[in-house]
């Protein structure tokens, strides 16, 4: 008995241990900047050289500065990046589907080239392309003034086709576990390729639009660089990103606090988003992974 307690108890440490103590540093890890910018949100010194972990005076002053600022609009602000994130998120993920519908469903010369074009497009970092939309959206100003530089149309409209080659090879990947000869009844029966779509293609993909709509949501809601060129770094048109750099330019230890409590507002829609929708995020996660 004792031999046999003695190899359960090093099978423990040899097989089981090793991973609840690499589970512990990545939570460390990835928790630490959340837990650190929670305690500056409500350290009252608004000193980021003399911060420390659990801040001695606590307080909401940094929310009150935060809300009390004319010259910068935090809730304007947060009102311009959930407008551009849920209608940019909302378009990446009809045009990914219908895309994905269509590569996964009908088989038609050159769909492997489209398929392996999409996708090397999207190699390339947005970086890349700053400047050029930079003179492309400055160029369109001139003669359609809403998608002109300052405004948020032209942005959306970069956001929607950003993310438009991977959502389409997620959503292609799904589509192609769903059995076409669902597909072939429906025909039978008399429906069309949108009925076939709308009535039993997106149902039956719930899951994954929600993980893409979900990541898209996230990555455009924190993107900085682009939403910079094309809105500006002043403005009411600006979005949370960009607005709240405006806290920390050249004054880290004056604007310290109210920065840090702006980004920990910042992730109560994501947080939100990922209670309502967490039942869709495991099944869409794996979506695709397989076939058959």
């Not at 939570?27 to 420390?52: G, H, K, R």
Request: proline share 4%; glycine share 8%; hydrophobic share 55%.
């Amino acid at each position: 008995m004792q031999i046999t307690s003695r190899k359960k108890v090093r099978r423990w440490f040899t097989k089981i241990l090793w991973r609840h103590i690499v589970g512990i540093i990545v939570a460390i890890f990835s928790l630490f900047p959340l837990i650190w910018m929670i305690s500056a949100a409500f350290d009252v010194t608004n000193q980021l050289s003399t911060q420390q972990l659990i801040p001695v005076h606590k307080g909401f002053d940094n929310f009150n500065a935060l809300f009390s600022n004319e010259e910068k609009p935090y809730l304007v602000w947060v009102r311009n990046s959930l407008v551009v994130a849920t209608t940019a998120a909302l378009l990446q993920t009809l045009l990914g589907s219908a895309a994905a519908y269509s590569l996964s469903r009908h088989k038609f010369k050159g769909r492997a080239i489209t398929l392996n074009a999409i996708l090397i497009v999207q190699m390339f970092p947005q970086l890349l392309a700053a400047t050029t939309l930079f003179l492309i959206v400055n160029s369109l100003g001139d003669t359609f003034p809403l998608l002109g530089l300052g405004h948020q149309l032209p942005l959306i409209l970069i956001f929607t086709g950003a993310a438009l080659g991977v959502n389409t090879w997620m959503l292609k990947g799904f589509f192609d576990t769903i059995p076409s000869d669902i597909d072939e009844a429906a025909k039978i029966d008399g429906a069309s390729h949108a009925v076939i779509f709308t009535k039993i293609i997106i149902p039956l993909a719930t899951p994954v639009f929600v993980v893409i709509f979900l990541l898209s949501f996230i990555g455009i809601l924190n993107e900085y660089l682009i939403s910079s060129v094309i809105l500006g770094l002043d403005g009411p048109k600006m979005t949370l990103a960009v607005g709240l750099q405006q806290f920390i330019y050249g004054s880290y230890a004056k604007n310290w606090g109210p920065f840090t409590a702006g980004a920990l507002l910042a992730t109560i829609p994501v947080l939100t988003l990922f209670m309502v929708l967490q039942k869709y995020l495991v099944t869409g996660l794996v979506a695709g992974s397989s076939k058959g």
